[in-house]
């Protein structure tokens, strides 16, 4: 995959369960630059859109019952300022920096039959980005949750992305960012008696590829 690039901007992988996948991997790894033998991971919703000529990066996915489907930023109306992988510049803080555009993408997907039956799960409800936040669902296990699973259904459309724990944004700037707008979400709590099981198949994918 390439960024700023019409044609491979854009990769599709069909994973053939043939149902909504329980878990979705993404991973890039660069293909040009002084360091190619590292991976990220794809993320679930862009940092912001493409109205600033600042740079910012991630292969974007989201997901249906037939297929993984993979987003490089490509200038839309805005700078073509994004990339696949970008770590952040002299700014930012941390143990490697990278910018990069050129990139190998890796699928993996987990069905329902890999994972233990969820001991909560609730069904696709509505919520929307004007209602009050955050929105707190009790799953009234007792316990802390040892693994969870949001999924957000993207409007009218099978297609699914996940869940984020963060949020990254330019204050004061009137740009567009987060993770949903408008969209249904799917919350499954699970609570694993031996972790070991769970890593276990974690480790068996149904589908791994490297492109």
Avoid: C
């Amino acid at each position: 995959m390439r960024s700023q690039d019409n044609s491979l901007s854009y990769h599709v992988w069909n994973h053939n369960l043939n149902d909504l996948p329980i878990r979705v991997d993404v991973q890039v790894k660069p293909q040009t630059g002084s360091d190619t033998g590292y991976f990220f991971p794809g993320i679930a919703a862009a940092q912001r859109d493409d109205s600033m000529a600042l740079p910012y990066g991630g292969i974007v996915y989201k997901y249906n019952k037939d297929s993984v489907m993979l987003y490089a930023p490509n200038k839309h109306s805005g700078k073509p300022s994004g990339n696949a992988i970008y770590t952040g510049g002299a700014e930012w803080n941390g143990p490697k920096q990278q910018t990069e555009s050129n990139v190998l993408s890796r699928v993996r997907v987990w069905g329902e039959q890999h994972f233990p039956t969820p001991d909560f799960n609730t069904s696709w409800t509505s919520i929307k980005i004007a209602e009050p936040s955050p929105r707190e669902i009790s799953h009234g296990l007792g316990v802390q949750p040892e693994y969870v699973v949001l999924q957000i259904k993207l409007g009218s459309t099978e297609d699914v992305a996940d869940g984020i724990g963060s949020l990254f944004t330019i204050p004061d700037v009137g740009e567009h960012s987060g993770n949903v707008q408008v969209g249904q979400y799917k919350y499954l709590l699970e609570i694993i008696e031996n972790k070991n099981n769970i890593i276990q198949k974690l480790n068996l994918p149904s589908s791994s590829k490297l492109n």
